[in-house]
């Protein structure tokens, strides 16, 4: 009876540590995209109010509409002229839409309200806006913009 | 019979914990929770539902809603106005909003005047003060 030699053994041998990178660099891929699946790319100063949490029943299709500082309005992701904001919004949309709109606290409620009269024309019933949360800076007094 | 001879003086490393994967376990557990720090401020929301200044459908309703309008006051600063009432600030008009009958809803009514903040906190003040049926209406 002959036994393997320690050398033939060593060469058998499996190295766990790049699997364990793979494997963890994984898990962390999976854990932030879904994170940035709600954060979204666009960086708006959102009004700093307690709101609400965001349900986990997520609906089935949900429209991010973004409104910056300087009232620029894009809907999912794309700016979108004032002109095309029913088209964008009819061509994105399903029927169990969700709007969620992130409006920056400094800009004209006039561009807030723009967003809010194409939905009303195209039947929308509900919207959400989207707010920082108690942990963010109190807003500046909501003056003139 | 011949043994395959174990060293046991020279070569321990084969059995030895390896150092490397544990480093890299904890350093990776680390940068996740760097970055999942710097995400923690989590986005909320205000629903409300929507309708048009001359309201979107003919139903008469039984149950007549409140209204806030949020517009601009005579000193530049965004006031919320509740019948001949006009307060400056969210506290003063979840206050007034909190002994106002609820069952009809509020309705939000907002100037194009003012900014998306003060919009924002009439929708937050009436919620504060209990009302469920929120509506947003846009003049302007």
Redesign the interface.
Known sequence: ??????EEM?AAEFD??PM??VV??L??FF??SS?FA??NAKQVN?????????SEEAAPHEVVVD?DAKGVISVQDNAIADTDLESAFRSVSAEASDF?V?????????????V??A??RL???????????D??AP??????? | ???????TGGGPS?YKL?L??LI??VL?LL??FM??GT??????????????EHG?SGRQEDLQPQIVV?A?GAD???EFRIGARAV?DKASLATILRVLPKEGGVFVR????????????A??AC?DAGFIRIT?V???
């Open positions: 009876m002959r036994f393997r030699k320690a060593k766990l540590t364990i990178d963890l660099l898990i962390i854990m932030l994170q709600r954060v959102l009004p700093s109010e307690p709101g609400e949490s965001i409104i969620v992130r409006a920056d606290r400094d800009c004209a409620a006039e561009r807030l309200n723009l809010a009269t939905l009303i039947h929308v019933r509900s919207w959400k806006l989207a707010v920082a949360g942990s963010a807003a500046p007094a909501g003056g003139t913009p | 019979m011949r043994f395959s001879h174990t060293r084969r390896s490397i994967a890299d376990v990776f940068l996740y970055v999942a995400l923690a401020p989590e986005e909320k929301e205000l629903p409300s539902t929507l309708r048009g979107a949020v601009l530049g600063k965004a400056h907002t100037s194009g005047r003012v900014r998306v903040g003060a919009a924002a906190e929708i937050q919620r947003y846009p003049t302007g």
